[in-house]
């Protein structure tokens, strides 16, 4: 019987969201097809548990992306399992010790970058010089990476893709409004973001007061934790908006809740691709959201939603209003976007693109 082929990834994440979420998935459709995973993570990391079916866990015991155990645990993990390649997934200090182990061990390496936050291009040629592909999970990270120096034949786009089958079943619409505390005359608009700077909590607050003169039936449902969860709380105080803003924190049943939402909004000003976007496309919801990063790659403008520019407050709101005052538009873009997801961002045509990729990474 022919060996199986091996992959070690390293995540290092804790929570089950964005990236993590994404290596998941792969990990399922490698393991389907038959290969052998590894992955690299820390102990109490959220991906751990999950992943136990589909892949061989190895925990590290890491406080922060400096943690000296990691790249001793990355080395670790490569002799004793000899992989034939090692994915990278994080950039948590992993991007820096994941490709030049790997290299010192005779192992190809590749990475995936899922962030749109440009980096000195010295240290980024010096960071990738030691993989023998930079996955880009949209055009615009790839051109930030060409500017970056990153050789073009070093670049490859796989974008990220998510389950579209698990957006089917939603929550009765009276468990749904029970759950949120929500009246069956609410406009529910959502946001599904981790709670740091770029990604416009703070641009939604100032958007608000607008929506709620045009709708004073919309209410706001923030998903997500992150740092700056306690100053969105403050700032909703101080803008008496707390009678119509529901925190309800990191969810596991998104896919069932996301279909119940009258509308996505998503401000970021700066988005890698946006996992949540695919999501709510999924799910069928129109989406706002600005021309930031790879947005405008999930969200086409008039076609499964509205583009905003970055940091406009009145187009925001305008914006919003306009697709909360139309339902019969809402649910036209929900349906293109449904079948726009399910024919480019389907785990499936993800995993099959990595899977290439792995083998000509060897022969190359």
């Known amino acids: ?93 992993a991007d820096w010790w994941g490709g030049a182990i790997a290299n010192a061990l005779g192992i190809p390496a590749v990475i995936t970058r899922r962030v749109d936050n440009p980096e000195r291009a010295a240290v980024a040629r010096i960071k990738y010089r030691w993989y023998r592909r930079v996955v880009a999970i949209s055009s615009a990270i790839k051109e930030i990476l060409k500017k970056e120096g990153i050789p073009s034949h070093k670049l490859v786009l796989i974008p990220s893709a998510v389950d579209t089958e698990a957006f089917g079943y939603p929550y009765p619409r009276e468990d749904f409004l029970r759950r949120f505390q929500l009246q069956p005359n609410h406009l529910a608009v959502g946001m599904i973001a981790q709670f740091i700077p770029r990604k416009g909590h703070h641009l939604l607050l100032q958007a608000a007061p607008m929506i709620m003169e045009a709708f004073p039936n919309a209410r706001f449902l923030l998903f997500g934790k992150g740092p700056l969860l306690p100053s969105v709380r403050r700032e909703c105080e101080n803008r008496g908006l707390d009678p119509f803003v529901r925190f309800v924190g990191y969810r596991q049943d998104l896919p069932r809740i996301l279909p119940c939402l009258d509308l996505v ?92 990729l792995y083998k000509e990474t060897v022969s190359s």
């Open 1 to 93: 019987m022919a060996e199986a082929m091996r992959i070690l990834h390293v995540e290092t994440g804790r929570h089950l969201y964005g990236g993590a979420y994404q290596v998941l998935q792969l990990l399922r459709g490698l393991a389907d097809l038959g290969m052998e995973n590894i992955l690299v993570a820390p102990h109490d990391s959220a991906i751990v548990s999950e992943a136990a079916g589909y892949a061989q866990i190895h925990p590290v015991r890491m406080r922060g992306d400096l943690d000296p155990r990691l790249p001793l645990e990355i080395r670790r993990a490569i002799r004793s399992n000899r992989p034939h390649w090692v994915h990278v997934h994080s950039r948590r200090g």
């Open 265 to 356: 909004v998503h401000p970021a000003s700066m988005e890698g691709l946006g996992v949540s976007l695919i999501q709510a496309a999924a799910a069928g919801r129109a989406i706002v959201a600005c021309r930031a990063g790879g947005i405008p790659e999930v969200v086409r403008d008039r076609f499964n939603g509205l583009l905003v520019e970055p940091g406009d407050v009145g187009g925001l709101a305008g914006a919003v209003n306009a697709l909360l005052g139309d339902p019969g538009e809402r649910r036209r873009m929900g349906e293109t976007g449904r079948r726009w997801v399910h024919e480019h961002f389907s785990p499936g045509s993800m995993v099959s693109k990595y899977l290439t």
